[in-house]
């Protein structure tokens, strides 16, 4: 996939999600509180007295020396498709996408980051519905992005390893495979719900 599919693709799964979501409960799973600092994301009907206010997408302000800085902040390279995930919209929604508001970017990858995982191999970049599993891009595949399958860690395992001797074999033994790639686990999601 292309740089430019791939922003395509995002944007397509960021406003068919969010209009899903829109329509469950009248709208009350794009509610969530919002101070002043995300003021640009509330939806023009919200009252500025209420604590949950309704968010809407708003066009992603991430720049190329944004995603450097994080880079280099969690010690690898971002995938291209994973660079689109992050650079197209800013938005609240809850795991298992995770946030990327506009106070915060990058806010479930830095949530879900642990440097074990990338040391050996494995993108964080949200967790489980329940709070429960690290998801992560194996990047084993990589340049080859659409063969990077999406898996998850528990985290009380992955806590209970030791860091100074545990190998890639031990983590992957641990890992649960999820989708072929970050593109069919978005799709996943917005036809399917919560993978398990």
Same mark, same amino acid.
């Given at each position: 996939m292309t740089d430019t599919q $791939? @922003? @395509? %693709?995002? @944007?397509?799964? =960021? #406003?068919r999600y969010y209009q899903k979501l829109e329509q469950l409960g009248n709208g009350i799973a794009v509610m969530r509180p919002l101070g002043e600092a995300d003021k640009a994301m509330w939806r023009e009907d919200a009252d500025s007295k209420d604590e949950w206010k309704a968010w809407k997408l708003i066009p992603s302000t991430v720049t190329d020396q944004d995603i450097e $800085?994080? #880079?280099?902040?969690?010690?690898?390279? *971002?995938?291209?498709? *994973?660079?689109a995930?992050?650079?197209?919209?800013?938005?609240?929604? &809850?795991?298992? !996408?995770? #946030?990327?508001? !506009?106070? $915060?970017p990058f806010?479930?990858?830095?949530n $879900?980051?642990?440097?074990? *995982?990338?040391?050996?191999?494995y993108l964080p970049f949200a967790w489980d519905d329940g709070g =429960?599993?690290? @998801?992560c891009i194996d990047l084993t595949n990589m340049p080859n992005e659409e063969q990077c399958g999406i898996c998850?860690?528990?985290? &009380? !395992? *992955? %806590?209970?390893l030791d860091e100074d001797t545990v190998q890639k074999e031990e983590i992957a033994q641990n890992m649960e495979y999820l989708s072929q790639n970050l593109f069919t686990y978005l799709e996943s999601i917005l036809n399917n719900g919560e993978l398990s």
């Amino acid at each position: 996939m292309t740089d430019t599919q $791939a @922003r @395509r %693709f995002m @944007r397509d799964f =960021f #406003e068919r999600y969010y209009q899903k979501l829109e329509q469950l409960g009248n709208g009350i799973a794009v509610m969530r509180p919002l101070g002043e600092a995300d003021k640009a994301m509330w939806r023009e009907d919200a009252d500025s007295k209420d604590e949950w206010k309704a968010w809407k997408l708003i066009p992603s302000t991430v720049t190329d020396q944004d995603i450097e $800085a994080l #880079e280099k902040t969690i010690g690898t390279n *971002l995938p291209k498709c *994973l660079n689109a995930f992050l650079t197209v919209y800013h938005h609240y929604f &809850e795991n298992p !996408v995770g #946030e990327n508001p !506009v106070s $915060a970017p990058f806010k479930a990858v830095r949530n $879900a980051w642990n440097p074990l *995982l990338v040391k050996h191999g494995y993108l964080p970049f949200a967790w489980d519905d329940g709070g =429960f599993y690290i @998801r992560c891009i194996d990047l084993t595949n990589m340049p080859n992005e659409e063969q990077c399958g999406i898996c998850q860690i528990d985290h &009380e !395992v *992955l %806590f209970s390893l030791d860091e100074d001797t545990v190998q890639k074999e031990e983590i992957a033994q641990n890992m649960e495979y999820l989708s072929q790639n970050l593109f069919t686990y978005l799709e996943s999601i917005l036809n399917n719900g919560e993978l398990s």
